[in-house]
């Protein structure tokens, strides 16, 4: 209890605009370590998400600092919502690592859960500043997974309309999806970019044995190209880790604290 009074961690809303001008909102896990792990939500989801919330209190309980935000058009970030959008998202995570990075902050590691694996994989592809990467549920073939969204023929219906609307159970849009969206979706290249990681850069994939959204297959595609790449299926999770947040959280954890402590025995 002392400890906890002495080392609290607070948690604040920071806000960091990314280079659109657009204002980027999220909640900042702030321990007194100088290390800081960022973390990228999936598609059509939040910061509030709850691999997002379980990954940055697990952090903020070993004393490493998180930072969990909203991509712009998601959440509480200023933006429209946009299909696609690959590369500007790994440009959003890039403002907010220069961010911290100009903050007296140690980034440590970058985590992403879906879309947000894609994200972390393809900023480790053109940045090359960060050498601790976690890719939970990414999808490797951008080109699958979209006819169970948009229904068949998408391709020839977004061409005669111009636009796609999705909708939920209720008959309510959720979001649109225009050709230049989809165009963004089907020419972002993972097998291309992965190829450009960093041979120092350390990768960790994880994926659910089942996941019905994005197959096991994609991560087994990912451990064959990512050059320093470590593979941890969890079996029978599915895509959002429903009964297995504990058993993630433990395998990224561990992933982290083992990256952390190379990085003490090789400065002192």
Known sequence: MAQAAKNPV???????????GEKLVGVLHETESPEIVILCHGFWSTKENNT???????LENERISAFRFDFAGNGESEGSF??????READDLHAVIQHFSGANHIISAIIGHSKGGNVVLLYASKYHDIHKVVNVSGRYDL????????????????KEVGI???????????????EEGLMDRLSTNMH???LQIDKECRVLSVHGS?????PVQDTLEFAKIIPNHKLHIIEGANHGYTSHQAKLTSVVLDFIKAALQENKDITS
């Open 210 to 214: 089942a996941d019905v959204i994005v």
């Open 82 to 87: 946009q299909y696609g959008n690959y590369w």
């Open 52 to 58: 997002m919330v379980n990954l940055a209190v697990a």
């Open 10 to 20: 607070v948690q604040r809303k920071v806000i960091i605009p990314n280079k659109h």
């Open 164 to 178: 796609l609307e999705v909708k939920n159970k209720k008959g309510v849009v959720n979001y649109r999806v225009t």
């Open 192 to 194: 291309e970019a992965c």
């Open 143 to 158: 080109s699958k997974g979209i006819e169970e969204r948009l229904g068949k023929d998408f391709m020839q219906r977004i």
